[in-house]
């Protein structure tokens, strides 16, 4: 089945200490995206990228760093420069024009 | 710039009871528009789109929505709660001048269904 695969489900991240969250679609989709999801405050965009090697900052990009190297990747570091990075992340993927296809998240929580 | 207001962040309706979500958004060319609904612990399914045919639209799990330029809205209905549509649900915009691929969401209302 075609789709959108986000791992871990579950992060725990010390202090100090960048990590990355995998997002890999199998759709053919040109484009990718990365959001945060707080409580009562919606989806924030991250980073999108619509083309191979080549993204653009969301409304939240600091603080965080991503890469598109391959059309189906499209991984996600939370970098030690995000003070406050406890949230749900969600990734998702499109054609123009069409609805995003979102994986099932990853939660992330500081130890 | 393009936005999108949900008029209420938490919705309670009895089973069986009428489901009305709001939803009005800001563009300045003709919008795309989407809703979304989320489960606990998991990403967001598509219930339906707009894309300037048919102004009613018909998604799954008998939902529906109707775009009415004129108001600058795209409610979502359904006639009939069930226990099981209790979510979150999410409106969205997308428009050609973002490139077709940017999409903007509401904040979102969360549905609770009362037996």
């Known amino acids: 089945d075609g789709g959108i695969t986000q791992s871990p489900k579950y992060l725990f991240r010390k202090e100090g200490q960048n990590v990355t969250l995998s997002c890999e679609q199998n759709?053919?989709?040109?484009?990718m995206y990365w959001y945060r999801q707080d409580p009562g405050q919606g989806l924030r965009l991250i980073y999108y990228?619509?083309?191979?090697?080549?993204?653009q900052k969301g409304d939240i990009a600091e603080g965080y760093s991503v890469s598109r190297e391959k059309k189906e990747s499209f991984p996600l570091t939370v970098t030690s420069a995000q003070k406050n990075p406890t949230a749900f992340y969600l990734c998702?993927?499109?054609?123009?024009?069409?609805?995003?296809?979102f994986g099932d998240g990853t939660r992330l929580s500081i130890l | 710039a393009q936005s999108v207001t949900q008029l209420g962040s938490h919705v309670s309706v009895s089973e069986g009871a009428l489901v009305l979500l709001r939803c009005n958004y800001s563009?300045?060319?003709?919008?795309?528009l989407f809703w979304y609904v989320q489960y606990p612990n998991q990403g967001l399914q598509l219930l339906l789109k707009y894309t300037s045919a048919a102004t009613l639209v018909k998604g799954i799990n008998g939902f529906e929505a109707e775009f009415k330029k004129s108001e600058t809205s795209f409610h979502l209905t359904k006639p009939s709660a069930h226990m099981s549509d209790a979510a979150e649900y999410f409106c969205a915009v997308s428009d050609h001048i973002t490139g077709g691929f940017k999409t903007i969401f509401g904040a979102g209302t969360r549905l609770f269904v009362k037996a």
């Open positions: 563009s300045s060319v003709p919008p795309y």
């Open positions: 990228s619509q083309i191979v090697n080549d993204f």
């Open positions: 998702a993927s499109s054609m123009r024009n069409q609805p995003q296809h």
């Open positions: 759709l053919n989709h040109d484009a």
